[in-house]
T-cell receptor
Framework: DTAVSQTPKYLVTQMGNDKSIKCEQNLGHDTMYWYKQDSKKFLKIMFSYNNKELIINETVPNRFSPKSPDKAHLNLHINSLELGDSAVYFC????????????FGEGSWLTVV | GNSVTQMEGPVTLSEEAFLTINCTYTATGYPSLFWYVQYPGEGLQLLLKATKADDKGSNKGFEATYRKETTSFHLEKGSVQVSDSAVYFCALQTGANNLFFGTGTRLTVIP
């Protein structure tokens, strides 16, 4: 049973396209996140939602729009994709009940060509 | 502010060698400290954690002790295996639940 699952795992798309990455967690956690890992493996938070409400919104282009239909899902939509958006995107979740330890999904490898 | 500095890699060791990956941090307040591991082509996995000073986190033969006096959380393993080859990330977490990561250290273990 995958705790934090995200789809697709691999995505190759052309510049200018719009794409979405979906994330679901079955842990009952209240907080979900999106992190970006660049080509140098550097990891940085993009967004954080708690019970469907936006908590953290780092300096991210507004082409990136997170959507949380319920507390178990946090999808990432990206408009007008650019070459620099190529990265690995990680969904994650946490909860006070687990000491706020953050658990990550397996990542989505996005390549923009 | 909050930041994590970890030993730059890559690190190459022979099997059964002793491993140390250094990690120091700067934080406001009292953060929790973590080591995450990323195996080739895979996602991030929590390796171990410590939530307060002098706590020792351990898992799969890896250990790290939360040292407040030196603001460090060095990762150690007594005898590495080829299967330990991965990228290791030190991270701290503040009350806002945000994780601040180090730059990662790539470990390669050769037979």
């Amino acid at each position: 049973d995958t705790a934090v699952s995200q789809t697709p795992k691999y995505l190759v798309t052309q510049m200018g396209n719009d794409k979405s990455i979906k994330c679901e967690q079955n842990l009952g956690h209240d907080t979900m996140y999106w992190y970006k890992q660049d080509s140098k493996k550097f990891l940085k938070i993009m967004f954080s939602y708690n019970n469907k409400e936006l908590i953290i919104n780092e300096t991210v282009p507004n082409r990136f729009s997170p959507k949380s239909p319920d507390k178990a899902h946090l999808n990432l939509h990206i408009n007008s994709l650019e070459l620099g958006d190529s990265a690995v995107y990680f969904c994650a979740s946490s909860d006070e009940g687990t000491g706020n330890t953050i658990y990550f999904g397996e990542g989505s490898w996005l390549t923009v060509v | 502010g909050n930041s994590v500095t970890q030993m730059e890699g890559p690190v190459t060791l022979s099997e059964e060698a002793f491993l140390t990956i250094n990690c120091t941090y700067t934080a406001t307040g009292y953060p929790s400290l973590f080591w995450y591991v990323q195996y080739p082509g895979e996602g991030l996995q929590l390796l171990l954690k410590a939530t307060k000073a002098d706590d020792k986190g351990s898992n799969k033969g890896f250990e790290a002790t939360y040292r407040k006096e030196t603001t460090s959380f060095h990762l150690e393993k007594g005898s590495v295996q080829v299967s330990d080859s991965a990228v290791y990330f030190c991270a701290l977490q503040t009350g806002a639940n945000n994780l601040f990561f180090g730059t990662g250290t790539r470990l390669t273990v050769i037979p």
